[in-house]
């Protein structure tokens, strides 16, 4: 039996719809407050603390599954959280031995078939590393690694090797890792893309055989308030100058100077520190991992992406579904320099990326390895000048709102110690349709 309608409850309904149509135009019309004083009411609530842990950032980012002849590659944030978990169930137990390969060695034990290789963003110190072994000693904190590869040969130890040394450490393989680790490549093929390897100079890339298509993003975007940074970088806020203009939010005491970008939400941060501690390298990254932890509020995954010995720099990325973000302002990249335990100065993107507009996303048809390599090789650039290649997302504010964000799929290129998305290297689109992407 059919009910009818009573007028009262036909009317709350349109009410309710009017209601929520008027927010929506309200949060899109709404201007940013990047731009607000110290004293603006907050857009993200400060309690967004932080929650990731070492082993959360410090972490593998892809997967790549060598069989007789061919090679799949994942990259699945939750495929590789089980990686993660598997490696930290102190599979290992300590460094037995360590070797120097020639770069034809180095090359062929990375590309040889049936293993696995599991992949960092950048080399890794071991010790941030640590819950990896029951007993890692302490001579081998420093070393770095950047891959992990296990053999299908059960006498062989699993190998840790250095990129940029050429370094291959080695360590007794454990009896229950490989064949789950197997597992979550069989169980979830679907993940998994075919890719096909490129040697340079500095790297070996792995490419997709077959051109590609993924998704560009659109976010809402949101900012603590300016005063959630002032009171977290300033011991004592009674004394601040303000220093600000119609482009920057500014502020400064006798030892440190804060700036905001009001268009972007971009932060720079200087202290003057003096007398610092002389730290080991893997000492001054974990403990700017403490010092971003407390001031960066990205709730999607991000992961260390290098550290510069000549300056003490470390660098963190954001990432979304498994990929990077970058931009011409690489919005994606956190810098952090750092004198002994403490931190001197500081680069990152305040703007966290909130609620995805699932209506706006569309597809992106990207290309494939061999028509991404002649595309730069048209453009004057050869295989050997090329020092990393990466499917990212590029950040770009809306030109409807700057409350609004695409994230737009891309090649991004490593060239010179630069990232630049191809169609900034060459010019022109990166496919053969209109929009582009790696």
Do not use: C
């Not at 690694?145 to 040969?153: A, C, G, Q, T, V």
């Amino acid at each position: 039996m059919k009910h009818k309608e009573s007028p009262m409850l036909s009317a709350l309904l349109y009410t309710l719809v009017a209601i929520s149509l008027f927010l929506t135009v309200r949060i899109l019309s709404t201007p940013s407050t990047v731009g607000l004083s110290q004293n603006s009411a907050t857009s993200v609530s400060a309690n967004l603390t932080n929650t990731k842990k070492v082993e959360d950032v410090f972490a593998p980012i892809r997967m790549i599954v060598h069989t007789d002849k061919r090679m799949y590659l994942t990259q699945m944030p939750e495929i590789m959280r089980s990686v993660n978990e598997l490696l930290s169930e102190s599979v290992f137990n300590g460094i037995e031995g360590v070797s120097t390969y020639t770069k034809e060695e180095y090359d062929a034990l990375i590309l040889s078939p049936t293993q696995l290789e599991i992949r960092f963003a950048e080399e890794v110190p071991l010790e941030l590393l640590s819950r990896y072994f029951t007993n890692l000693q302490e001579d081998y904190y420093d070393d770095g690694i950047d891959r992990i590869i296990l053999n299908s040969k059960e006498d062989d130890p699993v190998y840790l090797l250095n990129d940029e040394t050429k370094q291959v450490f080695t360590t007794a393989r454990p009896e229950n890792l490989l064949q789950p680790l197997v597992d979550l490549y069989e169980g979830q093929k679907e993940a998994y893309m075919e890719v096909e390897s490129y040697q340079s100079e500095s790297a070996i890339s792995y490419l997709p055989k077959e051109a590609i298509t993924v998704q560009k993003l659109v976010y809402l975007v949101e900012k603590p308030s300016n005063s959630y940074f002032i009171d977290l970088l300033f011991n004592d806020t009674t004394d601040l100058k303000d220093n600000g203009n119609d482009e920057f939010v500014s502020y400064s005491d006798n030892i440190s100077e804060l700036s905001i970008d009001k268009a972007t939400g971009q932060l720079s941060y200087y202290r003057n520190i003096l007398d610092a501690e002389d730290l080991p390298d893997y000492r001054l990254i974990r403990d700017s991992f403490h010092e971003i932890k407390m001031l960066d509020n990205w709730t999607n995954p991000f992961y260390f992406y290098g550290f510069d010995k000549e300056n003490d720099n470390v660098y963190y990325r954001r990432y979304v579904n498994g990929y990077p973000i970058f931009g011409e302002v690489d919005y994606g990249l956190t810098r952090i320099r750092m004198s002994g335990s403490s931190m001197t100065e500081l680069q990152f993107l305040t703007q966290v990326i909130q609620t995805p507009l699932t209506d706006r996303g569309e597809d992106v048809t990207l290309l494939s390895g061999q028509d991404l390599l002649a595309a730069l090789n048209a453009g004057g650039y050869s295989s050997q000048e090329i020092q990393m290649i990466a499917l990212g997302y590029d950040w770009t504010f809306s030109e409807e709102s700057n409350r609004l964000v695409n994230l737009t799929p891309k090649w991004f290129i490593k060239i010179d110690g630069v990232w630049k998305a191809l169609d900034q290297w060459i010019g022109g689109t990166e496919t053969e349709a209109d929009d582009s992407g790696f």
